[in-house]
């Protein structure tokens, strides 16, 4: 066992789908000086061997035993302090295996200083960071800015540390000067390394009413101390108490500020050209020397039963075996050829029509140009020939999905708290509740419970045969201009090899499918327009509050004026009165989802006095208390999204994936700069103010999490109280 030991407690998790397997095991070892830059790198590349992917030797002794649901929420190697850590590990697991989990680190750790790694896994690796090099995302700067933080802000050699091409080259020649150079530093800072820590944290009932007792002293000695000091400084607290809440209350002038006009912005959308030959759209981009695909299947023919399962199809179609090929070797050879094989849910909006929706799946990967037909082969492998026949390979994979999206809810409680007031107004959202929500959680919860897997086996067969149709599938590809013609002819072939013998070639499939038309809210509803109140009892010391109303599609011309709305309640009224009076850590309004105007707050103590100011916001936008000062604000901060970069690979996604064409575009950016003071006013007032005549303007509903409430248990006849999911 290692030396070091720390024990904590935490609160029980309700949603673990084991009661008895509530413990997190973390070990860390300290690394070298960050300062040492070539040293890190390496140890980086080693810590990634170790932990990360199915053909790891962490991911064999560890995920592949289920003696736990997944690794900690830290894991591999931490870069950001002086000097560097690595920490591994297991959460989901019974306190009695604690010693096992050690040992099982332990002996892995000598097997890897025994025997290092394949040549192919490290090959992979260096792949990777190659690929990764040449990959542009939209955050390029902030993601350099604070790779290099912990360096500059410790006097490291920054120029040194983005030499990566550099180390990678000294990386080769030190491994083929020294056979056993890995093992030796496994050895080194791994094996013989006595600076290190097992940390492990319990469940216990009593934590949070420990917690709250040493609280509760904590401010009773503040206040203590308070009454007991002289009149003087009681009151200079006094002062300094009215002087906060006067600044609270001041109106900010920022016109001193140096800031852009909406009439320093372009009029005019920058317009994305697409190339469409049968099913496959293409658009030319400066990619750099990398290709990107997507192929999107439609899924309107999957039944009741099988939409629940889907969320969980996407993540493990990429990952398990194929009958031809065991889910190691395939992923080797997905690390050595792409970025990554993925695939996602889609629901996507009718930009006309709410009562229509398109439900499909997407599979996405990107390559160096001169790996594109071994990424085509490896689809074409997993489309014709994926298997979910391996349970303990199954097993492991969800018991993993399970943790991770469970602990997702305390980092994005608003988020489910949005989703689930939601889905009470649209089929759509409903949808996607089922997919990605609370509903989606206890499912997964559910499913991990399992003791017979053989339906979970069955229906994601079933829903791989009903997915992957060649019939009802449309491609997209991003590449530069001289790979145009080659990866045209590769696309080409792998669609005539993909589609059956008897189908002489593909066709596009309807961008929408109608859905039942949503039946009129108001039937539902109380006289404010309220379809649901629910409240969630989660074990979190703060609230998530979120509330949803319907409104328009993306082409009405409200949805833009919506938008701009938004943006200025966000800035001008909730942020004041949520986070700085309310002492949330965030609130606001979001208006850029189609057919929803929704309100929120993210960690927030006053969950109630929210949902009030909630409707005050609402009041104070339908009585127009705003300056066009205010206005000009909201349209930047809305064209901030709005002309945010767009990544060589997303270009003509909008199109591709929602049917936005630019023309769409357009119009709604014209829509957001004609926005005057009288179109915010008359859409608070027909959208948030009270309920329409049409059944649907004016419905919400509205959703929290968060520990038990008293004064929501006293007016139950309003909420709905869930103590379970």
């Known amino acids: 066992m ?67 649901s997944d690794y900690p929420p830290v894991v591999g190697y931490q870069g950001e302090t002086r000097n560097a850590y690595f920490t591994i590990g297991l959460q989901g697991i019974h306190s009695k295996d604690c010693d096992k989990v050690e040992q099982i680190i332990k002996e892995t750790l000598d097997q890897a200083a025994s025997e290092g790694f394949e040549k192919k896994r490290i090959e992979a690796l260096l792949h990777r960071i190659e690929l990764t090099q040449k990959h542009q995302t939209t ?133 994305c050209p697409v190339l469409v030959d049968q099913n496959v759209q293409y658009c030319v981009q400066p990619t750099n020397g990398v290709t990107y695909f997507k192929a999107l299947f439609d899924g309107s023919l999957l039944n009741d039963h099988q939409v629940d399962y889907l969320s969980l199809f996407c993540n493990l179609v990429t990952r398990m075996s194929t009958s031809k090929t065991g889910y190691k070797d395939l992923s080797q050879r997905i690390e050595m050829t792409t970025g990554g094989l993925e695939a996602s849910y889609l629901v996507s909006e009718d930009p006309s029509d709410l009562n229509r929706h398109q439900l499909g799946v997407v599979f996405s990967s990107y ?28 097993v492991t994979l969800i018991q993993m999905c399970a943790a991770d999206l469970a602990n997702s809810i305390v980092n994005s409680g608003h988020s489910f708290a949005m989703m689930d007031a939601a889905s009470s107004l649209l089929k759509t959202n409903h949808l996607k509740q089922r997919l990605q929500g609370l509903r989606q959680v206890k499912f997964m919860k559910d499913v991990a419970q399992l003791n017979d897997f053989t339906q979970v086996k069955n229906t994601l067969q079933e829903i791989a045969k009903v997915i992957i149709d060649a019939k009802r599938v449309r491609y997209a590809v991003n590449t530069s ?108 309004a979001s208006g850029h ?39 000009e604000e ?10 945010m970069p767009i990544a060589p690979s997303n270009k003509g996604m909008s199109l591709f994936l929602n049917g936005i064409t630019d023309e769409m575009r357009q119009t709604h950016r014209q829509t957001v700069l004609d926005v005057q003071g009288s179109h915010l006013q008359h859409s608070a007032i027909k959208y948030l103010s009270s309920p329409g005549d049409d059944g649907c303007h004016g419905y919400h509903a509205t959703t929290i999490l968060g520990p038990e409430n008293s004064l929501l248990k006293e007016s139950q006849s309003k909420w709905t109280i869930n103590t379970t999911l």
Not at 210 to 225: F, G, M, N, R, Y
Not at 369 to 385: C, G, R, S, V
Not at 481 to 496: N, W, Y
Not at 635 to 642: C, D
Request: glycine letters at 4%; one cysteine or more.
């Open 2 to 68: 290692f030396q070091n030991r720390v024990e904590i407690t935490c609160r029980p998790e309700p949603m673990s789908h084991d009661p008895d397997k509530q413990t997190t095991l973390a070990v860390s070892f300290m690394l070298a000086d960050i300062r040492d830059v070539y040293e890190s790198f390496v140890l980086n590349i080693i810590s990634t061997l170790l932990v990360d992917g199915e053909t790891s030797p962490f991911y064999h002794s560890l995920l592949e035993a289920n003696i736990g």
């Open 139 to 271: 955050n390029f700067g902030l993601n350099l800015a604070l790779a290099v933080s912990s360096v500059w802000n410790h006097d490291g050699n920054v120029v040194d540390f983005l030499q990566t091409s550099s180390h990678v080259q000294k990386f080769r020649e030190d491994l083929k000067k020294y056979p056993n150079f890995i093992q030796q530093k496994i050895e080194q800072h791994f094996k013989n390394n006595t600076h290190q820590l097992t940390l492990v944290m319990s469940p216990d009932c009593q934590h949070q009413q420990i917690q709250a007792s040493q609280e509760h002293q904590k401010l009773q000695k503040v206040i203590t101390h308070m009454s007991d000091s002289d009149p003087q400084h009681q009151t200079s607290l006094i002062m300094q108490a009215e002087e906060l809440a006067s600044q609270q209350n001041k109106k900010v002038d920022p016109s001193c500020l140096p800031t852009i006009k909406v009439e320093d912005l372009d009029a005019n959308i920058q317009c």
């Open 367 to 394: 390559c160096l140009d001169k790996n594109i037909p071994e990424m085509l082969t490896l689809w074409q492998e997993i489309f014709n020939l994926v298997e979910f026949e391996d349970e303990g390979r199954l």
């Open 481 to 588: 201009t001289d790979r145009l013609a080659a990866v045209s002819l590769s696309m080409q072939k792998f669609v005539q090899e993909i589609l059956p013998p008897e189908t002489p070639g593909g066709h596009q499939w309807g961008q929408f499918n109608l859905t039942d038309n949503i039946k009129p809210l108001s039937a539902s509803s109380d006289q404010q327009g309220c379809v649901a109140r629910n409240f969630y009892t989660m074990p979190f010391s703060v609230h998530f509050a979120g509330q949803a109303y319907r409104t328009v599609p993306y082409n009405h011309l409200d949805f833009a004026r919506l938008r701009v709305l938004a943006s200025l309640m966000s800035s001008k009224f909730l942020h004041k009165e949520i986070r700085e009076k309310g002492g949330a850590y965030g609130g606001g």
């Open 593 to 631: 989802t189609p057919g929803l105007f929704q309100l929120y707050s993210y960690r927030d103590p006053k969950c109630l006095e929210t949902v009030t100011c909630f409707k005050e916001a609402i009041d104070w936008a339908a009585q127009g208390s705003f300056s066009q000062g205010d206005i």
């Open 634 to 643: 909201a349209k930047l901060s809305v064209f901030q999204k709005l002309d």
